[in-house]
Each structure stands twice: as C-alpha cells, then as structure tokens.
C-alpha cells in the first residue's frame, strides 16, 4: 500500500520556522520525484518545491525562494521542506507528492500521482 504521510504543521508566528516531514511508503522513493504543494481557503493548490529523484536538483515557487528549503533522506524515505521566515501568506494546507515525470512537468501537479493527506500550516501576525 502507497502511503505518504506529513506531519510538522502547526501554528506559529509570523517569522518563525517549521520542518515539515513526509514519510513515504509502498513506492520505490529512490525513483521519485518529491513536491511539496499547498492550497489555502478559497484559492487553487499551487506548486511550493519539488525535488528530483535523484535529490541532485531542487525547485522552489518564487513566492519561497529563498524561505523555505526542500531536501530527501534516502535511508528514512523521508523529505522534508523547512520553511523559514514564515509570513501569514504562507498560511496552508500542505501536502506532499509523489511522481515519476518528465523535468518540465516538475512543477505541475496533475504530473504527481501519489498525494499526502496534508499538514495544516497557519501563521499569525
């Protein structure tokens, strides 16, 4: 059975930092590619960061470059999106995924076949 779980969401205050983990299961991890999307009340699910299977290369939306950081523990089948400097936009639902994709479908969330169930992020002034 495929399974990805987060965990790490919580409330904080604007500034402070959470990790947020995703601990996969059932699927071959090493052959993966990793994202990390969100969706807040009332807007689309967007694209937050993503890593290659190969944990080589790394992509972050715009809106996080520079705040949040993606990285893959092979040994645990884990990954991990550190946010820093959370501000109250951030404020989500995140969920992790799980695809096998080409490069230019790395941001696309129709392209990531296996989701999370999400970890609630909320972020105050």
């Known amino acids: 059975q495929v399974q990805l779980v987060e965990s790490g969401g919580g409330l904080v205050k604007s500034g402070d930092s959470l990790r947020l983990s995703c601990a996969v299961s059932?699927?071959?991890?090493?052959?993966?590619?990793m994202g990390w999307f969100r969706q807040a009340p009332g807007k689309e699910r967007e694209f937050v960061a993503a890593?290659?299977?190969?944990?080589?290369?790394?992509y972050y939306a715009d809106s996080v470059k520079g705040r949040f950081t993606v990285s893959r523990d092979r040994p645990r089948n884990t990954v991990y999106l550190q946010l820093d400097n959370l501000k109250t936009d951030d404020t989500a639902v995140y969920y992790c995924?799980?695809?096998?994709?080409?490069?230019?479908?790395?941001?696309?969330?129709?392209?990531?076949?296996?989701w999370g169930q999400g970890t609630q992020v909320t972020v105050s002034e």
């Open positions: 059932g699927l071959t991890f090493n052959a993966n590619n």
């Open positions: 890593i290659r299977f190969n944990g080589g290369y790394t």
């Open positions: 995924a799980a695809g096998i994709q080409v490069l230019s479908a790395i941001r696309d969330a129709a392209a990531y076949r296996t």
